[in-house]
């Protein structure tokens, strides 16, 4: 089954294509913008702009959004975490969190799939904490401040195998293979 992919990410495209490659799904790249509702919830955000692409292409899609969620600011930055790299650094959330205990926080990811006026959500959540200073290259904004529960690594600090083997959005593409029943 060919799905199409709503996103200008290659490096989402490359693990997409990872995932699926012992399935009979196949993954095609669409660089298409969908409107991003304003939504503090990334699941609807997701679901939104998934149906949006599927109804608008008239083929199966699937659309990928995150939330970096801080639990001393309330979860700030939340779904609006691409938006907030344009303006803060992670230099500047960590100004935020001077002298503050609680460094606890979370990335969510939910993959929305629309096929056929069929829409489906598979998500996961990763628990961490804020690193105390930015660390590591390998990766983007706030992936240089958060450390996956478990690891004393910032996301950034890890090489690409260490990070498909640490991080989940794994999960989120299992979910949906299984779902799909496209495995071989």
Request: glycine share 8%.
């Amino acid at each position: 089954m060919k799905i199409y992919y709503i996103t200008n990410n290659q490096r989402k495209i490359e693990v997409a294509k990872r995932m699926c490659q012992n399935t009979n799904i196949e993954i095609e790249q669409i660089q298409m913008e969908t409107p991003e509702i304003q939504s503090t919830d990334s699941s609807e955000i997701a679901r939104y702009s998934a149906k949006f692409a599927g109804e608008r292409l008239g083929k199966p899609v699937i659309k990928l959004d995150v939330s970096f969620n801080i639990n001393a600011l309330n979860g700030f930055p939340g779904p609006f975490v691409k938006y907030i790299n344009q303006w803060l650094k992670p230099e500047d959330i960590l100004k935020m969190l001077k002298g503050v205990e609680d460094r606890s926080c979370y990335w969510e990811d939910f993959l929305a799939f629309y096929n056929q006026g069929q829409l489906k959500i598979f998500s996961v959540r990763e628990e961490g904490t804020i690193a105390d200073e930015v660390r590591g290259e390998n990766g983007w904004g706030m992936d240089k401040i958060f450390i996956l529960k478990g690891q004393s690594k910032t996301k950034a600090e890890l090489s690409d195998q260490e990070r498909n083997k640490a991080y989940g959005n794994s999960d989120c593409w299992n979910q949906f293979i299984k779902l799909i029943d496209c495995g071989k």
